[in-house]
């Protein structure tokens, strides 16, 4: 019932915001009358902060058009080269000829945004490497005959994805990820597999969430299983077409990241209210152009959100050596031939440093000369993959990585 009043909600303060949208166009515009009452253009921002908070998001472009190979600027083009029900694989097609780059596939996380929160990653990646990523679905677009979606199938499509493009493929992960690629990449190497991955870097994710514990990890050993599917857990209401599909639904996400810095979230837009009362239209553009991203989240697959939580955050399946996949025990120490490095940032709050170091332990067998760790000083999260210290720090020693494997 949750989800079906967030939408009758959400419905119900539709004509509210057209109101309010066209009242603060008419407060605003240099030839309307009502623009020249006194603090008009402090009522009109308020009307557009009210609009900001109660519009839905859609899910953002990448918008990544060109990039810069060998000092010229080359098309790009988004194309998709694999479908499968809950996620398609995304090439970004460079026009220019480069056969010596290595093939890159980002495995994005499914954790309520989207694919193009790593935007920034891609845009740093693309010059010098041929660049595929996970575009993961929102589970409320998925009709319910198309099956259920669970950690199992999620290591099924990363080992489809990476078979896809063959061998000598390139696998980054990001975040939420780790766990499912590190499985997939020690299985394939076990198996033999020719498109076992070159390399695998890992990039702030929960490998041993028992390490230093932050407060999302500290919330998953709080509370039983059952209290997870019992609050976090609704049907998809109609007209979706994965009506009646079981979801963590993106709205309850967003609710637990904003708690997380709710001060900061409050201090934004009480300065996106003095930007647009001021008419400072750079400011507002850039505030808008982050929670657009931000604000844009998806619902994931009961059954896939409640098997991470429980082997990952509740009984660290990995890390105690337990994991298994459809029955089979998963062994990291049959990685040989891949290289490993694992990527860290200081000042996370979701992924604490030595969560994802953790991978070396488990890999026993990748030599000291085909494995290294960064640990990026002054940064959060998510300055781990976007931003100046992503593109001056962290994306050049990625890189150097990946050409010596």
């Given at each position: 019932?949750?989800?079906?009043?967030?939408?009758?909600?959400?419905?119900?303060?539709?004509?509210?915001r057209i109101l309010t949208s066209a009242q603060s166009t008419l407060l605003q515009h240099p030839r309307s009358p009502l623009s020249k009452i006194p603090g008009a253009r402090s009522i009109a921002s308020a009307y557009s902060v009210f609009g900001d908070l109660t519009r839905r998001y859609p899910k953002p472009a990448f918008n990544l058009n060109t990039t810069i190979c060998d000092g010229e600027q080359v098309d790009v083009n988004e194309a998709i080269v694999k479908r499968k029900p809950f996620a398609q694989l995304k090439h970004f097609q460079r026009n220019v000829a480069r056969p010596d780059d290595p093939k890159l596939?980002?495995?994005?996380?499914?954790?309520?945004?989207?694919?193009?929160?790593?935007?920034?990653?891609?845009?740093?990646?693309?010059?010098?490497?041929?660049?595929?990523?996970?575009?993961?679905?929102?589970?409320?677009?998925?009709?319910?005959?198309?099956?259920?979606?669970?950690?199992?199938?999620?290591?099924?499509?990363?080992?489809?994805?990476?078979?896809?493009?063959?061998?000598?493929?390139?696998?980054?992960?990001?975040?939420?990820?780790?766990?499912?690629?590190?499985?997939?990449?020690?299985?394939?190497?076990?198996?033999?597999?020719?498109?076992?991955?070159?390399?695998?870097?890992?990039?702030?994710?929960?490998?041993?969430?028992?390490?230093?514990?932050?407060?999302?990890?500290?919330?998953?050993?709080?509370?039983?299983?059952?209290?997870?599917?019992?609050?976090?857990?609704?049907?998809?209401?109609?007209?979706?077409?994965?009506?009646?599909?079981?979801?963590?639904?993106?709205?309850?996400?967003?609710?637990?990241?904003?708690?997380?810095?709710?001060?900061?979230?409050?201090?934004?837009?009480?300065?996106?209210?003095?930007?647009?009362?001021?008419?400072?239209?750079?400011?507002?553009?850039?505030?808008?152009?982050?929670?657009?991203?931000?604000?844009?989240?998806?619902?994931?697959?009961?059954?896939?959100?409640?098997?991470?939580?429980?082997?990952?955050?509740?009984?660290?399946?990995?890390?105690?050596?337990?994991?298994?996949?459809?029955?089979?025990?998963?062994?990291?120490?049959?990685?040989?031939?891949?290289?490993?490095?694992?990527?860290?940032?200081?000042?996370?709050?979701?992924?604490?440093?030595?969560?994802?170091?953790?991978?070396?332990?488990?890999?026993?067998?990748?030599?000291?000369?085909?494995?290294?760790?960064?640990?990026?000083?002054?940064?959060?999260?998510?300055?781990?993959?976007?931003?100046?210290?992503?593109?001056?720090?962290?994306?050049?020693?990625?890189?150097?990585?990946?050409?010596?494997?």
């Amino acid at each position: 019932m949750m989800y079906f009043a967030h939408e009758i909600g959400r419905a119900a303060l539709k004509p509210i915001r057209i109101l309010t949208s066209a009242q603060s166009t008419l407060l605003q515009h240099p030839r309307s009358p009502l623009s020249k009452i006194p603090g008009a253009r402090s009522i009109a921002s308020a009307y557009s902060v009210f609009g900001d908070l109660t519009r839905r998001y859609p899910k953002p472009a990448f918008n990544l058009n060109t990039t810069i190979c060998d000092g010229e600027q080359v098309d790009v083009n988004e194309a998709i080269v694999k479908r499968k029900p809950f996620a398609q694989l995304k090439h970004f097609q460079r026009n220019v000829a480069r056969p010596d780059d290595p093939k890159l596939l980002i495995v994005a996380p499914l954790s309520g945004h989207y694919a193009s929160l790593l935007r920034g990653t891609v845009e740093a990646m693309l010059p010098d490497h041929d660049v595929y990523i996970t575009d993961w679905r929102d589970a409320c677009q998925v009709p319910l005959s198309e099956g259920d979606f669970g950690l199992d199938d999620y290591i099924d499509y990363v080992i489809d994805f990476i078979s896809h493009l063959g061998p000598d493929t390139h696998v980054l992960a990001v975040c939420q990820p780790v766990v499912a690629v590190l499985a997939a990449t020690a299985i394939m190497a076990e198996d033999g597999h020719p498109a076992a991955p070159r390399s695998l870097a890992l990039m702030s994710g929960p490998i041993d969430a028992r390490v230093d514990p932050t407060e999302p990890c500290k919330l998953a050993t709080k509370h039983k299983l059952s209290w997870f599917r019992r609050n976090l857990v609704h049907p998809v209401p109609a007209p979706y077409p994965g009506a009646l599909r079981k979801v963590y639904p993106g709205f309850l996400q967003l609710t637990g990241f904003v708690n997380m810095n709710f001060k900061r979230h409050v201090d934004a837009y009480r300065g996106l209210f003095r930007s647009i009362r001021d008419d400072e239209a750079e400011k507002v553009s850039r505030h808008r152009e982050f929670y657009d991203e931000y604000l844009a989240v998806m619902d994931l697959p009961a059954t896939y959100y409640l098997d991470t939580i429980q082997k990952v955050f509740q009984e660290f399946h990995l890390a105690r050596g337990c994991f298994k996949y459809r029955g089979r025990l998963v062994n990291p120490a049959a990685i040989r031939d891949t290289a490993l490095m694992t990527i860290e940032g200081e000042k996370d709050d979701i992924s604490s440093p030595g969560q994802t170091h953790a991978a070396h332990d488990l890999c026993l067998n990748v030599p000291d000369s085909r494995r290294t760790h960064h640990l990026q000083p002054g940064v959060g999260h998510y300055g781990v993959f976007n931003g100046s210290a992503w593109r001056n720090d962290i994306s050049p020693r990625l890189k150097a990585f990946i050409r010596a494997a």
